[in-house]
């Protein structure tokens, strides 16, 4: 495909699938159906790299990509693998995709600070014009901190120490199904933890993502905590969005 100004191309790298596609970003919308391909096991920088080659093929995208992956990203080296093959702690994707992709720049960048920037420019707080933090709650807990759209990349607050035990460690979507926690107990843990973060950080907003916000409207009610949360508008596209957005920008966070 040409490449046009208004156009960008993501790919957002998760546990189970690896998603990709062309965005709109004067609107935040994908142009197509996403290409999904099974994550491959074990998800190796190489074979990941390949996937991640073959939707931007299938697609047919001659342009910059952009790629999340559930890391720490400094500089283009992927810095920690937290529920990912551990190959990724300090690689050089530049290296990479030098390698793999040789035509096209990749910028790659954190997963939840990829759906952060798309939340903050198209959806649910689209409308803040203040500090936003966006919590993603999967495997782990993912974080992305704004102000008035400009991100502090890396903030892993999902690690914070909360009351004896890592914040994930205690309300990741991925703790309910392991110890059968219905709704209101998990609550409670995630109001634990969103009570630190806001102590902390003061933000405006809350935005909860990952596919537990999905069924939001159940538990947000539930929340004890101070700052207004609201669920992530843009579902399984936030990732793909944002790092349609990173490409365009060049941020090599
Ligand atoms: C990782 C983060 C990631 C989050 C969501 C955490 O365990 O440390 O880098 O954003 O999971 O995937």
Redesign the pocket.
Known sequence: MAEQAHLGFGVDVGGSGVKGGIVDLRTGEMTHRRIKIATPHPATPKAVAETIAKIVEQAGWTGNVGVTL???VTNGVTR?A??VDKAWIDLDTHELFAEILPKQKVTVL????AAGLAEDSYGAAAEIDGVVLLL?F??????ALLNRGVLLP?T?F??IEVDGAEA?HRAAASVKDRKGMDYPEWTAEVSKVLSTFENLLWPDVIVVGGGISREGDTWIPMLTNRTPVVAATLRNTAGIVGAAMAAQARVDV
């Open positions: 559930p890391c720490v920690s937290a529920n954190n997963d939840a600070d993603t999967g495997t782990g807990i993912g974080s890396n892993e999902g690690h994930e």
